[in-house]
């Protein structure tokens, strides 16, 4: 079994930056595709970006291309999302989730093991 950590998150400036790490256990070789998602009240659980465990792909969704770095430290079996530049329309709860499945065109709907979700805050 998956299972994940969360930690990171909280309140910062517009253009300011937050790094959030997702600490894995239970992973095998198998597992493909450890992503970062997140959710704002009454909209869909919005892809952020996501990395292939085998190859090391990145993916990153069209609103935080250039400011989000995912990277992945396999001795600690944890991935981390740097978010710099960060504007007010980040404002989300933020979720790690782990499937064995590739990154492209993987949906949130795709993923079976999840973080618990971590608050991040940017105020204008």
């Known amino acids: 079994e998956v299972q994940l950590v969360q930690s990171g998150g909280g309140l910062v400036q517009a253009g300011g930056s937050l790094r959030l790490s997702c600490a894995a256990s239970?992973?095998?070789?198998?597992?493909?595709?450890i992503a970062w998602f997140r959710q704002v009240p009454g909209k869909e659980r919005e892809g952020v970006s996501c990395i292939t465990s085998n190859d090391g792909s990145t993916y990153y969704g069209d609103a935080v291309k250039g400011r989000f770095t995912i990277i992945r430290d396999s001795a600690k079996n944890t991935v981390y999302l740097q978010m710099n530049s960060l504007k007010p329309e980040d404002t989300a709860v933020y979720y790690c989730?782990?499937?064995?499945?590739?990154?492209?065109?993987?949906?949130?709907?795709?993923?079976?093991?999840w973080g618990q979700g971590t608050q991040v805050t940017v105020s204008s």
């Open positions: 989730a782990a499937e064995m499945i590739w990154c492209s065109g993987a949906k949130w709907y795709d993923f079976g093991s």
């Open positions: 239970g992973l095998t070789e198998d597992v493909h595709a």
